[in-house]
Protein backbone atom coordinates (compact mmCIF):
# COMPACT_ATOMS: atom_id res chain seq x y z
CA UNK A 1 0.00 0.00 0.00
CA UNK A 2 2.88 2.39 0.69
CA UNK A 3 3.42 2.63 -3.30
CA UNK A 4 0.09 3.23 -4.23
CA UNK A 5 -0.34 6.69 -2.68
CA UNK A 6 3.02 7.96 -3.81
CA UNK A 7 1.18 9.95 -6.37
CA UNK A 8 1.72 14.05 -8.12
CA UNK A 9 -0.79 15.91 -8.26
CA UNK A 10 -1.91 19.22 -10.69
CA UNK A 11 -2.94 22.61 -9.49
CA UNK A 12 -6.59 23.55 -10.36
CA UNK A 13 -10.73 23.32 -9.35
CA UNK A 14 -11.21 20.10 -8.07
CA UNK A 15 -15.18 20.56 -8.26
CA UNK A 16 -15.48 19.14 -11.80
CA UNK A 17 -12.98 15.91 -11.47
CA UNK A 18 -14.37 15.37 -7.88
CA UNK A 19 -18.10 15.52 -9.04
CA UNK A 20 -16.74 12.99 -11.78
CA UNK A 21 -15.17 10.77 -9.07
CA UNK A 22 -18.43 10.99 -6.81
CA UNK A 23 -20.29 9.86 -10.49
CA UNK A 24 -18.59 6.94 -11.17
CA UNK A 25 -18.77 5.14 -7.88
CA UNK A 26 -22.55 5.26 -7.50
CA UNK A 27 -22.53 1.60 -9.07
CA UNK A 28 -20.35 0.12 -6.43
CA UNK A 29 -22.35 -2.42 -4.11
CA UNK A 30 -19.48 -4.29 -2.27
CA UNK A 31 -16.03 -4.19 -0.88
CA UNK A 32 -14.25 -6.07 -3.77
CA UNK A 33 -16.02 -4.17 -6.33
CA UNK A 34 -14.51 -1.29 -4.65
CA UNK A 35 -11.04 -2.21 -4.43
CA UNK A 36 -11.59 -3.28 -8.54
CA UNK A 37 -12.50 0.37 -9.06
CA UNK A 38 -9.76 1.72 -7.41
CA UNK A 39 -7.27 -0.13 -8.89
CA UNK A 40 -8.83 0.73 -12.32
CA UNK A 41 -8.71 4.50 -10.94
CA UNK A 42 -5.29 4.50 -9.73
CA UNK A 43 -4.06 3.59 -13.14
CA UNK A 44 -5.89 6.88 -14.86
CA UNK A 45 -4.70 9.23 -11.66
CA UNK A 46 -1.04 7.93 -12.35
CA UNK A 47 -1.38 8.38 -16.34
CA UNK A 48 -3.73 11.75 -16.18
CA UNK A 49 -2.74 13.49 -12.44
CA UNK A 50 -5.32 14.88 -10.95
CA UNK A 51 -6.29 17.91 -8.49
CA UNK A 52 -5.25 17.50 -4.85
CA UNK A 53 -9.22 17.44 -4.09
CA UNK A 54 -9.53 14.76 -5.79
CA UNK A 55 -6.28 12.51 -4.65
CA UNK A 56 -7.39 13.30 -0.99
CA UNK A 57 -11.38 11.65 -1.68
CA UNK A 58 -9.21 8.72 -3.37
CA UNK A 59 -7.13 7.77 -0.41
CA UNK A 60 -10.68 8.32 1.48
CA UNK A 61 -12.32 5.87 -0.53
CA UNK A 62 -8.93 3.42 -0.56
CA UNK A 63 -8.67 3.55 3.27
CA UNK A 64 -12.26 2.11 3.62
CA UNK A 65 -11.51 -1.96 3.49
CA UNK A 66 -8.54 -0.83 6.12
CA UNK A 67 -11.38 0.99 8.05
CA UNK A 68 -14.22 -1.82 8.25
CA UNK A 69 -11.56 -4.56 9.36
CA UNK A 70 -10.18 -1.72 12.23
CA UNK A 71 -13.39 -0.82 13.31
CA UNK A 72 -14.63 -4.55 13.48
CA UNK A 73 -11.49 -4.88 16.17
CA UNK A 74 -12.02 -2.17 17.92
CA UNK A 75 -16.44 -3.13 18.26
CA UNK A 76 -14.88 -6.58 20.00
CA UNK A 77 -13.67 -5.19 22.93
CA UNK A 78 -15.79 -1.77 22.74
CA UNK A 79 -19.45 -1.76 22.56
CA UNK A 80 -20.11 1.66 20.72
CA UNK A 81 -18.29 3.88 18.58
CA UNK A 82 -17.60 6.97 16.72
CA UNK A 83 -16.28 6.99 13.13
CA UNK A 84 -15.24 10.64 11.48
CA UNK A 85 -15.20 10.58 7.85
CA UNK A 86 -14.48 13.88 5.50
CA UNK A 87 -16.49 13.21 2.59
CA UNK A 88 -20.19 12.00 2.40
CA UNK A 89 -19.29 9.34 0.24
CA UNK A 90 -16.76 7.90 2.73
CA UNK A 91 -19.28 7.81 5.49
CA UNK A 92 -21.97 6.30 3.28
CA UNK A 93 -19.63 3.30 2.30
CA UNK A 94 -18.89 2.53 5.70
CA UNK A 95 -22.30 2.75 6.78
CA UNK A 96 -23.53 0.18 4.34
CA UNK A 97 -20.58 -2.30 3.97
CA UNK A 98 -20.83 -2.36 8.57
CA UNK A 99 -24.33 -2.41 8.50
CA UNK A 100 -24.63 -5.58 5.92
CA UNK A 101 -21.90 -7.20 8.26
CA UNK A 102 -24.82 -7.14 11.45
CA UNK A 103 -23.62 -4.05 12.76
CA UNK A 104 -26.26 -1.33 14.04
CA UNK A 105 -25.21 2.19 13.11
CA UNK A 106 -26.58 5.40 12.73
CA UNK A 107 -25.44 7.93 10.26
CA UNK A 108 -24.87 12.12 10.75
CA UNK A 109 -24.17 13.28 7.38
CA UNK A 110 -24.07 17.11 5.47
CA UNK A 111 -27.09 15.65 3.90
CA UNK A 112 -29.41 14.88 6.66
CA UNK A 113 -32.35 17.94 7.92
CA UNK A 114 -31.17 19.14 11.60
CA UNK A 115 -34.22 17.24 13.38
CA UNK A 116 -32.40 13.66 11.24
CA UNK A 117 -29.15 14.41 12.94
CA UNK A 118 -30.57 15.21 16.41
CA UNK A 119 -33.02 11.74 15.76
CA UNK A 120 -29.71 9.66 15.05
CA UNK A 121 -27.95 11.37 18.06
CA UNK A 122 -30.71 10.59 20.16
CA UNK A 123 -30.55 6.82 19.19
CA UNK A 124 -26.77 6.29 19.90
CA UNK A 125 -27.21 7.88 23.16
CA UNK A 126 -30.20 5.89 24.07
CA UNK A 127 -30.26 2.52 22.84
CA UNK A 128 -27.78 -0.48 23.85
CA UNK A 129 -27.96 -2.31 20.55
CA UNK A 130 -26.58 0.98 18.04
CA UNK A 131 -23.26 0.38 18.33
CA UNK A 132 -22.00 3.04 15.93
CA UNK A 133 -22.47 6.55 14.54
CA UNK A 134 -20.91 7.30 11.27
CA UNK A 135 -20.43 10.96 10.89
CA UNK A 136 -18.99 13.66 8.41
CA UNK A 137 -16.50 15.68 10.47
CA UNK A 138 -18.26 19.25 9.58
CA UNK A 139 -21.75 17.72 10.33
CA UNK A 140 -21.26 16.45 13.49
CA UNK A 141 -18.04 18.71 14.80
CA UNK A 142 -19.99 21.27 16.99
CA UNK A 143 -22.88 21.22 19.24
CA UNK A 144 -24.16 17.01 19.35
CA UNK A 145 -23.15 14.80 22.31
CA UNK A 146 -22.16 11.56 21.16
CA UNK A 147 -21.02 10.63 25.04
CA UNK A 148 -22.36 7.38 24.60
CA UNK A 149 -18.95 6.34 23.43
CA UNK A 150 -15.09 6.80 24.69
CA UNK A 151 -13.34 5.61 21.45
CA UNK A 152 -13.55 7.72 18.03
CA UNK A 153 -11.79 6.74 14.97
CA UNK A 154 -10.94 9.50 12.26
CA UNK A 155 -11.06 7.80 8.80
CA UNK A 156 -10.18 10.99 6.97
CA UNK A 157 -8.75 14.12 8.60
CA UNK A 158 -9.37 17.99 8.22
CA UNK A 159 -6.79 20.11 7.07
CA UNK A 160 -7.51 22.54 10.57
CA UNK A 161 -7.01 21.52 13.75
CA UNK A 162 -9.78 23.04 15.06
CA UNK A 163 -12.10 20.76 13.19
CA UNK A 164 -10.49 17.63 14.97
CA UNK A 165 -10.54 19.15 17.93
CA UNK A 166 -13.98 20.22 18.35
CA UNK A 167 -14.81 16.44 16.50
CA UNK A 168 -13.03 14.75 19.58
CA UNK A 169 -15.12 16.42 22.14
CA UNK A 170 -17.96 15.12 20.61
CA UNK A 171 -17.06 12.28 23.13
CA UNK A 172 -14.85 14.27 25.53
CA UNK A 173 -17.31 16.75 27.20
CA UNK A 174 -20.14 16.57 30.00
CA UNK A 175 -21.18 13.25 31.04
CA UNK A 176 -18.14 11.43 29.84
CA UNK A 177 -16.91 9.65 32.78
CA UNK A 178 -14.22 7.02 31.17
CA UNK A 179 -10.93 7.79 29.24
CA UNK A 180 -11.13 8.77 25.79
CA UNK A 181 -9.46 6.97 22.99
CA UNK A 182 -8.56 8.76 19.56
CA UNK A 183 -7.66 7.17 16.41
CA UNK A 184 -6.22 8.45 13.40
CA UNK A 185 -6.00 5.86 10.47
CA UNK A 186 -3.40 6.92 8.14
CA UNK A 187 -1.51 4.99 5.12
CA UNK A 188 2.41 5.60 5.56
CA UNK A 189 4.23 7.99 2.86
CA UNK A 190 0.21 8.94 1.37
CA UNK A 191 -1.66 12.51 1.21
CA UNK A 192 -2.68 11.52 4.80
CA UNK A 193 0.35 12.38 6.10
CA UNK A 194 1.30 15.39 4.24
CA UNK A 195 -2.36 16.23 5.96
CA UNK A 196 -1.85 15.37 9.24
CA UNK A 197 1.83 17.27 9.09
CA UNK A 198 0.29 20.37 8.04
CA UNK A 199 -2.54 19.98 11.11
CA UNK A 200 0.71 19.21 13.73
CA UNK A 201 2.47 22.35 12.21
CA UNK A 202 -0.80 24.42 12.80
CA UNK A 203 -1.30 22.75 15.92
CA UNK A 204 2.31 23.71 17.43
CA UNK A 205 1.54 27.48 15.77
CA UNK A 206 -1.56 27.93 18.13
CA UNK A 207 -0.13 26.58 21.29
CA UNK A 208 2.41 28.67 20.63
CA UNK A 209 0.40 31.72 20.14
CA UNK A 210 -1.70 30.78 23.06
CA UNK A 211 1.37 29.78 25.42
CA UNK A 212 2.20 33.71 24.55
CA UNK A 213 -0.81 35.33 25.38
CA UNK A 214 -1.56 33.61 28.79
CA UNK A 215 2.07 34.10 29.24
CA UNK A 216 1.36 37.99 28.65
CA UNK A 217 -1.81 38.00 30.71
CA UNK A 218 0.28 36.47 33.85
CA UNK A 219 2.50 39.22 33.53
CA UNK A 220 -0.28 41.71 33.19
CA UNK A 221 -2.39 40.64 36.44
CA UNK A 222 0.94 40.21 38.40
CA UNK A 223 1.84 44.06 37.89
CA UNK A 224 -1.73 44.66 38.46
CA UNK A 225 -2.19 42.91 41.81
CA UNK A 226 1.27 44.69 42.71
Not at 55 to 64: D, N, S, T
Not at 92 to 108: Q, S
Not at 166 to 194: C, K, M, P, W
Request: hydrophobic share 40%; proline share 1%; charged share 25%.
Amino acid sequence: QKALFKLGFKKGLPSAEDDKLKSEIKNVNTLQELTNFLNEKLKQIKEDGNSLGVLRHFVGLAKIPHAVEFIEDILSQESKLVVMTWHNTVANFLYKFLTEKGYNAVIISGKQEQSERQKAVELFQNKDNIQLAICTIKSAGVGLTLTAANTMVFVEQSYVPADLLQAEDRIHRIGQNLTVNVYHLAFENSLDEFIINIVENKSQIIDKIIEKHLNENKIFHNVISA
